[in-house]
């Protein structure tokens, strides 16, 4: 017998403010025809002024909850993927623990940047299979809007704000492939590459919060690279090959790394879940989004075998092969 962790839930929020690619060209040099052309981005949402990460999480939580059939009791644990907390403490996810009215259980933030909801999935999946948890929540939730520089277009123009949320249960497999649930997962980090992408304030450096500041040229190439790796190790130790996936979910910052990420995996652009051109770069968001919105769209199905890629600051990367 094995235990796997199966998702039962998927839900997401986005805030009401959309902002086209347009309204930058009033403040920066930039175009609609830029930022499309080299990222795939055509809008994106930002939160209201009083809108934070943590009220965020709530919402998509709740209609994991929703779809899974569950009350916030329920759960055992809730983690949060973010690098854009309401506080620097308490966690948001105890804060999204209180907003759903959950008494027991525990709630934690994980932080991986962009690359953050996937290692929360393997935490997730670590804490199941463990029998620490039967039911997990897992969340990525993001305001990067509010470590932009507004006046560095080769940035502010990149990242949206948002919530996804996935439910995690403790179900019987047989310990083969074709088991639904959380197959493999490969993580990665290595911190020589930290100024490629990081944020220029801190608690205990400058006492501010700081803003993104970005080498996205040199980034985009150890993107593409990176991420195939992963995603072809973690198919590997699934014992999957490419031509078993049915759908890749990938983290969303650019498109045309999405395009080359698959190529090299040898899957077809019809096997992705796009939706940069929707809502830009949310980091740790970005694919609980993604996942979200390719199952209420029906293009996810129980028993698809997905594989969710990402790489963020650190760097950090990774990838899990899930079965739908
Ligand atoms: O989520 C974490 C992971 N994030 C990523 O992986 C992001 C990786 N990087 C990227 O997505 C891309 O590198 C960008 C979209 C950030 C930039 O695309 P690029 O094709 O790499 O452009 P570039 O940085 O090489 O810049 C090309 C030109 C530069 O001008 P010069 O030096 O050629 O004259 C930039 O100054 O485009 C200029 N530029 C802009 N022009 C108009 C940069 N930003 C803008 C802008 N509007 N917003």
């Known amino acids: 017998m094995t235990i796997r962790a199966v998702p039962t839930g998927i839900g997401h929020y986005l805030p009401d403010r959309v902002v086209p690619n347009s309204e930058f060209e009033d403040t920066l040099d930039t175009s609609d025809e830029w930022i499309r052309s080299r990222s795939g981005i055509e809008r994106r949402h930002f939160a209201a002024e009083d809108e934070t990460t943590s009220q965020m999480a709530v919402k998509a939580a709740e209609r994991a909850l ?31 623990q209180q907003g759903l009215g959950m008494t027991r259980g525990f709630a934690y933030d994980v932080q991986a940047v962009c690359a953050g909801f996937v290692f929360a999935l393997a935490n997730a ?19 990067f809007s509010r470590i932009m520089d507004w006046e560095d277009r080769a940035t502010c123009v990149l990242f949206g704000d948002g919530a996804g949320a996935l439910v995690l249960e403790a179900r019987t497999g047989t310990g083969h492939s074709d088991d639904r649930g959380i197959l493999s997962v490969d993580l990665n980090s290595d911190g020589q590459y930290r100024d490629m992408l990081f944020v220029d ?27 195939a790796s992963t995603a072809n190790a973690a198919l590997g130790k699934a014992n999957l090959g490419h031509d078993d996936v049915d759908w890749i979910v990938p983290h969303q910052a650019n498109i045309r790394i999405i395009q080359g990420t698959a190529k090299k995996l040898n899957v077809s652009m019809d096997k992705v879940i796009v939706t940069v051109q929707d809502h830009g770069n ?10 979200s919105v390719g199952v209420s769209e029906g ?22 092969v899930i079965r739908w």
């Open 299 to 320: 293009k996810i199905t129980p028993g698809d075998l997905l594989v969710a890629e990402a790489i963020g600051g650190g760097l950090a990367w990774g990838a899990v």
């Open 282 to 291: 949310t980091s740790a968001a970005s694919i609980p989004l993604a996942l």
């Open 201 to 227: 304030g801190g608690v205990s450096s400058t006492g501010t919060s700081g803003k993104l500041r970005m080498q996205g040229n040199a980034l985009f190439r150890q993107a593409v690279e990176k991420l």
């Open 125 to 143: 999946n670590g804490m199941i299979l463990s029998g620490q948890a039967e039911r997990v929540l897992v969340i990525g939730a993001e305001t």
């Open 66 to 96: 929703a779809m899974a059939e569950l009350k916030a009791d329920d759960i055992d644990a809730v983690i949060v993927a973010t690098s854009t907390p309401d506080l620097t403490f308490p966690s948001v996810g105890t804060m999204v």
